[in-house]
């Protein structure tokens, strides 16, 4: 079936512009994480969802970053006033119910310029 | 929180050699870690996983060991092939706050393997 998607998978911003990174979890899977991943090193854990609740948003940088699930499937991480630090891969990963394993996506390049 | 350490930075066999990869959690409620291969520019994606109930698990050229009271897991990889080259991930989880029953990874700073033919 369709893995985890995300959109776009590249995105150009300049310094102080804001941008909105787009993900689709697969169909059914209650849980929807987001992570930053710097070059050359892990993921690392920005927010959490169960179903469109947040509970866990302890890993967001700072207050220019936003993340929303409305419904319940697809998610919006917006960042703010783009800094040069904010240049990362975003990945999105969904897994289902609270069972341990996560799926990711492809992940979006942000470059701020 | 958790903390993972991931060694070493990169790994390069010849082709037909094994490659180990060891990673140290300092969490010990920890219960479940993962291993994600990542090609340049792909997504992480689940190799395997061991969850700590068990000392070791296999899945065909692919192992992983757990040792609990020394915090350290291993990935295994026997015979290994040109295709094998990636950047290998580990990750420990640790449950959120009380009352969320959810898994929040923590990710070690990866492997680069090489393996070369």
């Known amino acids: 079936g369709a893995g985890v998607s995300q959109s776009p998978r590249y995105k150009v911003a300049k310094r102080g512009q804001d941008v909105a990174l787009r993900c689709d979890p697969i169909?059914?899977?209650?849980?929807l994480f987001w992570y930053q991943q710097a070059l050359g090193q892990g993921p690392e854990f920005l927010t959490y969802f169960q179903n469109e609740a947040q509970l866990d948003k302890s890993g967001l940088p700072s207050d220019r970053f936003f993340a929303e699930r409305p419904e319940g499937s697809v998610s919006t991480l917006k960042i703010q006033r783009t800094q040069q630090e904010d240049s990362a891969v975003y990945l999105c990963?969904?897994?289902?119910?609270?069972?341990?394993?996560?799926?990711f996506g492809p992940g979006t390049r942000l470059t701020v310029t | 929180g958790e903390n993972v350490e991931q060694h070493p930075s990169t790994l390069s066999v010849q082709e037909g050699d094994s490659a180990v990869i060891k990673c140290t959690y300092s969490d010990s409620a920890s219960n479940y870690f993962p291993w994600y291969k990542q090609e340049l520019g792909k997504r992480p994606q689940l190799i395997i996983d061991i969850r700590s109930n068990v000392g070791e698990k296999k899945d065909q050229r692919i192992a992983v060991t757990l040792n609990k009271t020394a915090k350290h897991f291993s990935l295994h990889i026997t015979e290994t092939q040109p295709e094998d080259s990636a950047v290998y991930f580990c990750a420990g989880n640790t449950t959120s706050t009380p009352g969320n029953n959810f898994n929040k990874f923590y990710f070690g700073s990866g492997t680069k393997l090489n393996v070369k033919p």
């Open positions: 169909s059914g899977h209650v849980s």
């Open positions: 990963a969904s897994s289902l119910a609270t069972v341990y394993e996560q799926y």
